[in-house]
């Protein structure tokens, strides 16, 4: 196996390595909060324990919405985020490969990814707001340091990482935001040779979007609301299929699934403006804030197209039967 950060110290001792300081050195202040933030997703058990916190507190915002709210999840995401430092902002969903994907990050623009189903819509938001959940004891809030990758920081020395182009794998220099959040399953890595000789950016832990929503969609747990709610969705869309038979994990469909589904969603919503860059949709309206204390509204159990469902020992209202793996 390539190096893997085994602790804050480890994770420091490869940022380090891979990012070296130089004379200028762009992490100076903040390496250590990147060193913490890459420990903390290195640790799976470490990382599933903020996920449950996460979860806490998204169904806390979600069960408080009206029946009849929209995008309820994407607004309860950014609501939290904005107590974790990110500014206000409405729903953005942004293509794979956008070549401005840096001004997201510097603006701080949760992203909708269209990527494909095993990468994930939410992933890249999912590990930033674990990591805030789980009071890591950061120096900067994540929004802060989701913004600050905004201004592209590329490693000092060569890493094994995946080429979309050929579709193969190869040394070259990479990206912080690349190395830490956005690295590949093993199952792509190609050279095991050169991988466990080399940094990489193959990993079976959760820099990968791919492992976050892997684990999410297989979790056997009917507390936990974000697996819930995941495999609810991706099931109603048949996005996915249940486990059967000899098989011992769900299947995900694969391809241009998900941006299909934008695509037939959104291109003619007039709630929704084609980004110039035309690889997404952002959504009309005011920027998404958290609620003003005491005035959130209590859900009714009138509707019958409704279910009553407790994540977290909290009972609460959802539209659909949230079909359970």
Same mark, same amino acid.
């Not at 990206?175 to 830490?180: D, F, G, R």
């Not at 860059?277 to 804030?289: D, E, I, K, N």
């Given at each position: ?85 990110? %500014? ?56 802060? *340091?989701? /913004? ?5 920081? #590329? +490693?000092? $020395?060569?890493?094994? #990482? ?13 990206? *912080? ?29 959760? #820099? ?5 929503? +892997? ?30 038979? /000899? ?17 037939? #969603? ?8 084609? *980004? ?10 005011? %920027? $998404?804030?958290?609620? %003003? ?12 197209? /409704? ?19």
């Amino acid at each position: 196996m390539a190096t893997e950060a085994t602790s804050k110290d480890t994770a420091r001792q490869i940022l380090n390595a891979v990012f070296a300081p130089g004379s200028k050195d762009r992490l100076a202040g903040i390496r250590d909060d990147y060193a913490t933030i890459l420990a903390f997703l290195s640790d799976k058990q470490e990382f599933e324990r903020g996920l449950v916190e996460l979860s806490k507190e998204l169904w806390d915002l979600y069960s408080r919405k009206n029946e009849d709210a929209k995008n309820k999840f994407s607004t309860s995401l950014i609501q939290y985020a904005v107590l974790l430092g990110f %500014p206000a902002q409405t729903v953005t969903i942004l293509a794979a490969g956008d070549d401005d994907y840096l001004t997201y990050l510097k603006n701080g623009t949760l992203i909708k990814d269209e990527m494909d189903l095993l990468h994930g819509e939410y992933s890249h938001s999912l590990q930033w707001l674990a990591a805030g959940s789980a009071n890591l004891g950061l120096t900067k809030t994540v929004g802060q *340091l989701y /913004m600050a990758l905004g201004d592209e920081v #590329r +490693s000092t $020395v060569d890493v094994w #990482r995946y080429i979309k182009k050929t579709r193969s794998s190869d040394l070259g220099k990479v990206s *912080l935001w690349a190395y830490l959040v956005d690295s590949f399953p093993m199952s792509m890595v190609g050279n095991q040779t050169q991988h466990a000789n080399n940094y990489s950016l193959f990993t079976d832990n959760y #820099r990968c979007p791919q492992n976050v929503m +892997s684990y999410l969609l297989n979790l056997q747990a009917p507390n936990h609301f974000l697996a819930r709610y995941f495999q609810w969705r991706y099931l109603k869309r048949s996005f996915m299929t249940k486990a059967t038979g /000899m098989q011992t994990q769900v299947q995900v469909a694969t391809g241009a699934t998900i941006k299909n589904w934008a695509d037939q #969603r959104y291109a003619n919503n007039p709630n929704y403006t084609k *980004l110039t860059s035309g690889a997404g949709f952002v959504r009309s309206g005011p %920027p $998404v804030a958290p609620d %003003p204390p005491g005035q959130r509204p209590v859900p009714s159990a009138t509707p019958a197209n /409704m279910t009553q469902v407790t994540f977290h020992g909290k009972a609460a209202w959802v539209h659909g039967a949230w079909d359970h793996i």
